[in-house]
């Protein structure tokens, strides 16, 4: 009999996972209980393809970021994706800062991450003339990327070998039973999908998915925690053709600069922790990147920063607690096979995408 996967939430890693499975022909088919794919964490992000610089080494975050990274490049390539590697400046704006500088460069190598160069201030000057530094550390393989292209490319692929997707079709209940899961869904038309393989890549409502599953132990079920970032928008030209960002500060990178593939610059996020799914971004929070953005680009001009967007990272630690890690949760861990649970999966998850793919087909097949 034919493999059959439900993959739940049509996300770019959810894309991903399905375009992979239905590569080695399986029989696939993709709910999403909003209107449209990709609509929410992976429509509210800053677009960056991370180098996998900031990670714990050994952690899945560090090994997938790195793997994902040089298969997310290959396959915008391949599939016409807009990207750009454009780098980014990582910049210590005191003496006292250099020091982390040499430490971020060390942690980075520990990934696999062996291209960051240390460079002066009149080096990191000659690259991007208005940045203001003391010294700053280069990441050539940093870019950015149309995520909506990319989720359009993943999802074309995926129907290409035969993917399904389904909109406003919410998981209302599963059923573990025999090796086998009866999914059963509400929405404009209620039915009943039996899959051997279930992918819940639900991100923000994976908890609440995967507590709808009959058989699954609520100890196997984590308690999630919303981080609302907000960005504000830069009028005017774009300061700088790279991204640049601070030194890390404690539960962030700080508040740091992108731009998108039109040429927009962008600076963010602020972290609120919030207990319900709200986008609206309060203008009065732009107030206090000034002081912060001044410290590496002291030509910002007052009123020049509004509201541009938010977004929402599903977390499976508190506010104040060291990040946590992606949690792929499989059949070792809760004995029910063919099930795999995508928990905390935020940044750098839109990089790491497609290595997380890989390694759910290896984990199911």
Excluded at 187 to 207: C, E, K, M, R, Y
Excluded at 302 to 324: F, M, N, T, W
Aim: aromatic share 8%; proline share 5%; net charge negative.
């Amino acid at each position: 009999m034919k493999d059959t996967a439900v993959i739940i939430g049509a996300g770019i890693v959810g894309l991903a996972c399905a375009r992979a499975l239905a590569r080695e022909g399986v029989e696939v088919i993709i709910l999403e209980q909003h209107d449209d794919f990709g609509t929410e964490t992976s429509a509210r992000n800053s677009e960056v393809i991370h180098a996998g610089i900031y990670y714990p080494p050994g952690s899945l975050k560090a090994t997938l970021c790195v793997q994902g990274r040089a298969l997310l490049y290959q396959f915008s390539k391949d599939y016409g994706v807009e990207h750009r590697q454009c780098g980014k400046l990582i910049v210590a704006t005191t003496a006292a800062q250099e020091t982390l500088l040499h430490a971020i460069k060390q942690k980075a190598e520990g990934n696999g991450v062996n291209d960051l160069v240390l460079i002066s201030r009149a080096q990191a000057q000659a690259l991007e003339p208005e940045v203001e530094c003391t010294a700053a550390l280069f990441s050539p393989s940093t870019g950015i990327i149309d995520s909506h292209g990319l989720m359009l490319a993943l999802l074309g692929d995926a129907e290409r070998h035969g993917a399904v997707l389904a909109v406003r079709t919410p998981v209302e209940r599963i059923i573990a039973q025999n090796n086998r899961f009866d999914v059963m869904t509400g929405g404009d038309a209620p039915a009943s999908i039996s899959a051997n393989i279930v992918i819940n890549s639900a991100g923000l409502h994976a908890a609440k998915v995967a507590a709808r599953i009959d058989g699954l132990a609520t100890q196997h079920v984590p308690t999630m925690r919303y981080a609302k970032g907000n960005y504000f928008s830069l009028s005017g030209k774009a300061p700088f053709s790279r991204l640049v960002y601070p030194i890390p500060e404690p539960g962030g990178l700080g508040v740091h600069y992108t731009i998108d593939m039109g040429g927009q610059g962008r600076f963010g996020p602020d972290v609120q922790w919030i207990d319900q799914i709200d986008y609206h971004v309060d203008a009065t929070r732009g107030e206090k990147f000034y002081d912060q953005i001044r410290r590496y680009w002291p030509k910002l001009n007052d009123g020049s920063l509004q509201p541009a967007y938010s977004g929402i990272r599903p977390k499976l630690v508190s506010v104040g607690e060291p990040d946590a890690d992606f949690f792929i949760q499989g059949p070792q861990q809760h004995g029910l096979s063919g099930l795999i649970n995508l928990f905390g999966i935020e940044s750098p998850g839109l990089t790491s995408s497609l290595a997380i793919a890989e390694k759910i087909i290896y984990s199911v097949k």
